[in-house]
């Protein structure tokens, strides 16, 4: 059983790397995050023995978040604003966080397989409803959604109306006529 200052020391630990990878991404210092959460160095490396072990447990959580929205998104009625939500809600994590965003454009990783098959399915339902073009595919909405990611760096502000114009490029055109 660990004891309840670990337990505390643990939880401060995580809450502070949310917050500073999102600010910062995931090749911020490990100092930073332990200074975030009030505790030594040392401490941080008794509870994550590894970079990658703290990462990794900040990364699952927003793998989770973000399966669960592709989910919540695919149960819309409407097929296109499932999708343009799904689109729109995954551009506004990345304007607010750094590593979600490094994690959103990382392609074809083993720990996105979930994802991607969530964003296939999104993909699909939309084009039989005629509302997506049919020549979109998955790998064009990951373009799409790294290409939102750059506007935001540059220009947190911008971003929306990006976002906007691509959206208006994945509808079909209207019927000759």
Known sequence: MIRR???RNR???VAAAREVLAER???APLEAVARRA???IGTLYRHFPERGDLVDAILDEKMAAWSDLARESLAADDPWLGLAGFLERTCELQ???QAFTEL???SHQDDQAEINQLISRLVERAQAAGALRLDVGPLDLAFFIMANSRVAQA???RWRRHFTLMLDALRPPPPAG
Do not use: I, P, R, Y
Request: hydrophobic share 50%; aromatic share 0%.
């Open 38 to 40: 009030g505790v030594a």
């Open 5 to 7: 200052d670990a337990q």
């Open 11 to 13: 939880e401060a630990l």
């Open 104 to 106: 959103a454009c990382v």
């Open 25 to 27: 991404g995931v090749d």
């Open 155 to 157: 220009d947190a502000s």
């Open 95 to 97: 304007a607010a966080d």
